[in-house]
């Protein structure tokens, strides 16, 4: 069952009053509890095909459906975190933002998150940094906050652009292994940019591949 569609994509951008364009008719399906790899060099529009699904810049034209899907189901984390890079709010408090829900009061302060959260919170050695200051930490633990971030909101469907950038070899191993299992028993759908090929080919079901404007998907075992 798809929960995801893309038919016919085209996403430019306007720089220095000329028209680029990144991706052209761009078509590609996401399946429920899918686990999706993009691929793809150095600009060649992988972080715009995920902003352009989240609706966080325009499209030319072309159709982009969730099914049975809320925005609210979706929860994001950008490849760079420039905002709360320079807050002052500590990881606790900036942890709690992921559970606010558009839609529900302006602000909503959570007292107790799931423990299916909380477990991996402690996976991710989140609690160890909760009274830090985010604009305190190392870019691999601000990666790791806003990840734990993500997961408050217990979406279906998790889209992370380059999640394993500035982390460290055991942090990786342990966040893979948590992401199989998010997957397997708890039925998120994943949607990730990755630059590591080969482990994408290993984890993932599908691959898309970006490249010259063009997206390839290609279905892969598991
Ligand atoms: N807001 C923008 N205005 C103009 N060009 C942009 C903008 N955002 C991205 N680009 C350009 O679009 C291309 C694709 O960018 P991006 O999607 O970030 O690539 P990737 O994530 O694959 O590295 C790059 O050449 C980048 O410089
Ligand atoms: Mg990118």
């Given at each position: 069952?798809?929960?995801?569609?893309?038919?016919?994509?085209?996403?430019?951008?306007?720089?220095c009053?000329?028209?680029?364009?990144i991706?052209?008719?761009?078509?590609?399906?996401?399946?429920f509890?899918?686990?999706?790899?993009?691929?793809?060099?150095?600009?060649?529009?992988?972080?715009?095909?995920?902003?352009?699904?989240?609706?966080?810049i325009?499209?030319?034209?072309?159709?982009?459906?969730?099914?049975?899907?809320?925005?609210?189901?979706?929860?994001?984390?950008?490849?760079?975190?420039?905002?709360?890079?320079?807050?002052?709010?500590?990881?606790?408090e900036?942890?709690f933002?992921?559970?606010?829900?558009?839609?529900?009061?302006?602000?909503?302060r959570?007292?107790?998150?799931?423990?299916?959260?909380?477990h991996?919170?402690?996976?991710?050695?989140?609690?160890?940094?909760?009274?830090?200051?985010?604009?305190?930490?190392?870019?691999?633990?601000i990666?790791?906050?806003?990840?734990?971030r993500?997961?408050?909101s217990?979406?279906?469907?998790?889209?992370?652009?380059?999640p394993?950038?500035?982390?460290?070899?055991?942090?990786?191993?342990?966040?893979?292994?948590?992401?199989?299992?998010?997957?397997?028993?708890?039925?998120?759908?994943?949607?990730?940019?990755?630059?590591?090929?080969?482990?994408?080919?290993?984890?993932?079901?599908?691959?898309?591949?970006?490249?010259?404007?063009?997206?390839?998907?290609?279905?892969?075992?598991?």
């Amino acid at each position: 069952m798809n929960i995801l569609e893309i038919k016919n994509l085209n996403i430019s951008y306007k720089f220095c009053g000329k028209k680029i364009s990144i991706l052209k008719n761009a078509n590609l399906s996401v399946k429920f509890c899918d686990y999706i790899c993009i691929v793809g060099k150095n600009g060649a529009g992988k972080s715009s095909l995920i902003k352009a699904i989240l609706g966080i810049i325009p499209i030319d034209n072309g159709k982009i459906s969730f099914i049975n899907l809320k925005r609210s189901d979706v929860s994001y984390v950008p490849q760079f975190n420039t905002g709360f890079a320079n807050m002052p709010a500590t990881v606790e408090e900036a942890i709690f933002t992921g559970a606010v829900r558009p839609g529900l009061a302006k602000y909503c302060r959570i007292n107790k998150i799931s423990d299916i959260t909380t477990h991996f919170l402690n996976k991710l050695k989140i609690p160890d940094l909760y009274k830090r200051k985010m604009m305190d930490l190392s870019g691999g633990q601000i990666k790791r906050v806003l990840i734990a971030r993500a997961l408050c909101s217990e979406p279906k469907m998790l889209i992370l652009d380059e999640p394993f950038a500035n982390l460290d070899e055991e942090t990786s191993d342990i966040l893979y292994k948590m992401f199989d299992r998010l997957n397997a028993f708890n039925k998120i759908t994943f949607v990730m940019v990755l630059h590591d090929t080969e482990k994408a080919k290993k984890v993932s079901t599908s691959i898309i591949n970006v490249e010259k404007g063009k997206v390839c998907q290609v279905i892969n075992k598991k």
